[in-house]
């Protein structure tokens, strides 16, 4: 079964862009009909989906955050990052990584990793 896990740096100060990284084990981010999601969830607040990456390397993202997300992968390293710029306080969330396989609309989720973003 497919896994994922998130990594990355838990601070980042405002301004600057958040990085981080799903790896990706159990099969390949170029299998067919697989979509690698990031999605995250602010303190006391419900999940925002915040993009993803197609199997064909497509990629789709939330309209509120469009200008500021770029969401990439690394097939050599069975990965895929997400990059966010210019981020405030209000960026701070929970991010998860997670994968789909169409037809089937579950979610498989990674543990999360917190991001602060503070002076």
């Known amino acids: 079964q497919v896994q994922v896990q998130e990594s990355g740096p838990g601070l980042v100060k405002p301004s600057q862009t958040l990085s981080l990284t799903c790896t990706v084990s159990g099969g390949s981010i170029t299998t067919n009909y697989y979509y690698w999601s990031w999605i995250r969830q602010p303190p006391g607040k419900g999940l925002e989906w915040i993009g993803h990456i197609a199997y064909s390397g497509n990629t789709y993202y939330s309209p509120s955050l469009k200008s500021r997300t770029s969401i990439s992968r690394d097939t050599s390293k069975n990965q895929f990052t997400l990059q966010l710029k210019s981020v405030t306080p209000e960026d701070t969330a929970v991010y998860y990584c997670?994968?789909?396989?169409?037809?089937?609309?579950?979610?498989?989720w990674g543990q999360g990793t917190q991001v602060t973003v503070s002076s």
């Open positions: 997670a994968s789909m396989q169409r037809p089937d609309s579950r979610l498989y």
